[in-house]
């Protein structure tokens, strides 16, 4: 994995609400900016400045093709910032998974000092 | 319902979510009690906590320590800089592996949720290397094995796009 990967620029990127939903349509497939910008209701400009800033953050690429620019998610991109938003899950579900076993033992210790 | 989620926020914070089936009470004092952190902090499978300690209160100062079998330990230190029992705990650490992460600031809200709590962590992120750091450990430790889809998190944000 590149250490190039930016992953400042990625989290940034995918703080947008549209930019999630331009993400999701790419998930399906590569698509051009019309193509991006009819179910989104927006303006080309709008989506192109959508689109660059996902470019920037490694997250999608353009691929040529004669005179269109489909664009494509990038794997490198989703992959790194998938890979280290899992870790912290991961992490942090074992956590609270263990600690509702343990506030369940608090809770009969209460209940049994209370009779 | 238990499911944690974790969203991000801009590029600088990560909100975490989680209910538990008990009062704001009990949630604060496991986040607060040495004894019972010990009991529930430990990450991946394997990991101990064989020295935790805190001295709760503004100001003061903990460590915790982890141990794995096979590979190895590191701890994290860190500060409580508000206290609020039962509802708010803030502060700040970083790991040391052994080299200090820059600091890490936390806030950890615990609100009435039905008849348990909805606790509300907000983290501010670490920088870019420790990032990188992180997400290396990661793959060392074989952990990728963990994979959350990130299209399961765009489809979070579709269906709640008020976010």
Known sequence: M???INLDASFAALADPTRRAILARLALGEATV??????????????????????????????VDGTRRPRQLSRA???????WLAMLRKALEKNYDRLDGVLAAMQSKETRKMR | MSKLTLKTEGDTHIIVTRHFAAPPEAVYRAHTDPKIVQQWMLGPE????PVCSADVRPGGKFRYEWKHPKKGGFYLTGEFVELKPFSKIVHVERMHLPD???????ETTFAPDGAGTLMTMRMTLPDEKTRSMMLA???????????????????????????
């Open chain 1, 2 to 4: 590149s250490a190039s």
């Open chain 2, 46 to 49: 394997g990991w101990t906590m």
């Open chain 1, 77 to 83: 991109g989703i992959d790194a910032m998938d890979q």
């Open chain 1, 34 to 63: 019309n193509e991006l910008a009819q179910p989104f209701d927006m303006t080309q400009p709008a989506i192109s400045q959508h689109l660059k800033v996902l470019e920037e953050a490694g997250l999608i690429t353009r691929r």
């Open chain 2, 137 to 163: 450990t990661g793959m060392e430790h074989g952990m990728e094995d963990s994979y959350v889809r990130l299209e399961s998190m765009i489809g979070d944000v579709i269906a709640s796009p008020s976010r």
């Open chain 2, 100 to 106: 200090p992460t820059p600091d890490n600031h936390i």
